[in-house]
T-cell receptor, first 113, second 112 residues
Framework: GESVGLHLPTLSVQEGDNSIINCAYS??????FIWYKQESGKGPQFIID?????DKRQGQRVTVLLNKTVKHLSLQIAATQPGDSAVYFC????????????FGKGTMLLVSP | KAGVTQTPRYLIKTRGQQVTLSCSPI?????VSWYQQTPGQGLQFLFE???????NKGNFPGRFSGRQFSNSRSEMNVSTLELGDSALYLC???????????FGAGTRLSVL
């Protein structure tokens, strides 16, 4: 079935580096995408979202890029800090009136001091 | 403003029993969704409620049910528990459908 997938299961970076987490989606009808961060023992924490009428959106230290042509989503984290270590999920909301999110499998980001 | 509150945080049950999990959304949020998280299957959608109505349901057996009350609080119930139901059950709330969903810390259910 259609799903959201991630290219890299684990990403290891040094503190201060920029991190890029990638996500591929297969449903061209999806019109809303969200990135979540999940730390051990906690629920997913909202990072940033983007709608399909945009290509780029920036937040504090984070940028999401959406390439609808190749159905690709990425999360860029600037000046990565040890506190950024977590599992990152991308999620898509398909073109419907529902809130239902389809999640990718997640990428573990490990930041070394 | 308080976040999404899920109770209890941890539960241990045995096969065949039933369980009820509770979720209090962020004040003012009327949309509540439930997800199951397991290491093997990841995060999977269970239900979505808005204004006390179930609007969407994921691909789970009928043993999984839920409801939403007039104050937007929601409960989900799992009957005749199976070992495979062991998971982290997450509740998320949003102001309305297709808005940002904010998650609670989850209820960790272990079925023995």
């Amino acid at each position: 079935g259609e799903s959201v997938g991630l290219h890299l299961p684990t990403l290891s970076v040094q503190e201060g580096d920029n991190s890029i987490i990638n996500c591929a989606y297969s449903n061209s009808a999806s019109d809303y995408f969200i990135w979540y961060k999940q730390e051990s023992g906690k629920g997913p924490q909202f990072i940033i979202d983007i709608r399909s009428n945009m290509d780029k959106r920036q937040g504090q230290r984070v940028t999401v890029l959406l390439n609808k042509t190749v159905k690709h989503l990425s999360l860029q984290i600037a000046a990565t800090q040890p506190g950024d270590s977590a599992v990152y999920f991308c999620a898509e909301n398909r073109n419907s009136g529902y809130s239902t999110l389809t999640f990718g499998k997640g990428t573990m980001l490990l930041v070394s001091p | 403003k308080a976040g999404v509150t899920q109770t209890p945080r941890y539960l241990i049950k045995t096969r065949g029993q039933q369980v009820t999990l509770s979720c209090s959304p962020i004040s003012g949020h009327r949309s509540v969704s439930w997800y199951q998280q397991t290491p093997g299957q990841g995060l999977q959608f269970l239900f979505e409620y808005f204004s006390e109505t179930q609007r969407n349901k994921g691909n789970f057996p009928g043993r999984f049910s839920g409801r939403q009350f007039s104050n937007s609080r929601s409960e989900m119930n799992v009957s005749t528990l199976e070992l495979g139901d062991s998971a982290l059950y997450l509740c998320a709330s949003s102001l309305a459908p297709k808005n940002i969903q904010y998650f609670g810390a989850g209820t960790r259910l272990s079925v023995l």
